[in-house]
């Protein structure tokens, strides 16, 4: 069992950034793939990105690649999403997910989520 809590949300400006934070609890967190999805109001949630456990590659959508960045801390059992340039259409409750060690982009293949954290960006 893997717990997930994010934290970091909030209201930005346009071009603004944020930084969301998922600590996890459970066993072998490094051998889970991490991952960020989101859902915006009257939309299905989508992936955002991921960074696989054991390699530490990151995969990204291609809608914010360039102006978003994963990263974990193995140590601390916490996975990041640095947020730059952001834009309104980025406003949306965003999920932290666990995953076994793979690249998974669809939400219903996800085994863990938080319970999500709401980003608001003003125009």
């Known amino acids: 069992q893997v717990q997930l809590v994010e934290s970091g949300g909030g209201l930005v400006q346009a071009g603004g950034s944020l930084r969301l934070s998922c600590a996890a609890s459970?066993?072998?967190?490094?051998?889970?793939?991490m991952e960020w999805f989101r859902q915006a109001p009257g939309k299905e949630r989508e992936f955002v990105a991921a960074?696989?456990?054991?390699?530490?590659?990151?995969y990204y959508a291609s809608s914010v690649k360039s102006r978003f960045t994963i990263s974990r801390d193995n140590t601390k059992n916490t996975v990041f999403l640095q947020m730059n340039t952001l834009k309104p259409e980025d406003t949306a409750v965003y999920y932290c997910?666990?995953?076994?060690?793979?690249?998974?982009?669809?939400?219903?293949?996800?085994?863990?989520w938080g319970q999500g954290t709401q980003v608001t960006v003003s125009s």
């Open positions: 960074i696989i456990g054991s390699a530490g590659i990151t």
């Open positions: 997910a666990a995953v076994p060690d793979q690249l998974i982009t669809t939400p219903a293949q996800v085994d863990y």
């Open positions: 459970g066993r072998a967190f490094s051998r889970y793939s």
